[in-house]
């Protein structure tokens, strides 16, 4: 599977961004589905994770209660809601298919390109 995510841009502190992450090749419904960031200087860390349903989601404490991680298998697509965004949110993101929703990034075999978000203050 390919996957492209975009979406990505300069905001200002307090501002919100939805990211997508377009899948072809095979169908994202039989993959869970993740999205990582890396800032610079710092290793790639996890950010939220949904299962292949999109019945449940998982988020790193950093992000809970400010992104949404959701799917639409339908599009092959799966999108990252981030609300009041925080210059610390600043990285590369980077979307992910595994078959399982996971923080581990290990267990992606799939990965896209990356769009960068960057929060200014």
């Known amino acids: 599977v390919q996957l492209q995510a975009f979406g990505g841009g300069l905001v200002q502190a307090g501002d919100s961004l939805t990211l997508s992450c377009a899948a072809s090749?095979?169908?994202?419904?039989?993959?869970?589905m993740g999205w990582f960031r890396q800032a610079p200087g710092k290793e790639r860390q996890f950010v939220a994770a949904?299962?292949?349903?999109?019945?449940?989601?998982y988020y790193a404490d950093s992000v809970k209660g400010r992104f949404t991680i959701s799917r639409d298998n339908a599009k092959n697509t799966a999108y990252l809601q981030m609300n009041s965004l925080q210059p610390e949110d600043t990285a590369v993101y980077y979307c992910?298919?595994?078959?399982?929703?996971?923080?581990?990034?290990?267990?992606?075999?799939?990965w896209g390109q990356g769009t960068e978000v960057t929060v200014s203050s």
């Open positions: 992910a298919a595994g078959p399982l929703p996971t923080g581990d990034s290990r267990r992606y075999g799939y």
């Open positions: 090749g095979r169908h994202v419904g039989t993959y869970g």
């Open positions: 949904v299962t292949r349903s999109g019945a449940s989601t």
